[in-house]
């Protein structure tokens, strides 16, 4: 049974930064494509980063720069570190092991609960 349970969101101000974990438990963050998306009130789930084992983070052209996507294969965690942040990037902020490496959400076979991540002006 796979499990994805994910932490650290919080509220902050613009600017500020937050980092989120994702603890995995029946998939293997090493040879899983593992990724972070998000879903803001009214709009569609967007893919924010995901993880090549290769080439390492692969990120939406939004947080480009801003954030960054890691993994712990030891611990089997993902993280995502948010810095820059910005009011545009307030959403639940969801961990998703990936049927095929990609930003769009139909790529995801398995999804977490989500975390919310509010930012204030």
């Known amino acids: 049974q796979v499990q994805l ?15 989120l974990s994702c603890a995995a438990s029946g998939v293997a963050v090493s040879s899983t494509c593992m990724a972070w998306f998000r879903q803001a009130p009214g709009k569609e789930r967007e893919g924010v980063a995901y993880y090549l084992t290769m080439l390492g983070g692969v990120y939406a052209d939004s947080v480009k720069g801003r954030f960054t996507i890691s993994r712990d294969t030891a611990q089997n965690m993902v993280y995502l570190q948010m810095n820059s942040l910005k009011p545009e990037d307030t959403a639940m ?19 977490g609960q989500g975390t919310q991540v509010t930012v204030s002006s």
Do not use: N, P
């Open 5 to 19: 349970v994910e932490s650290g969101g919080g509220s902050v101000q613009a600017g500020g930064s937050l980092r």
């Open 93 to 111: 902020y969801y961990c998703a092991a990936l049927s095929v490496c990609g930003l769009k959400s139909y790529s995801a076979r398995y999804w």
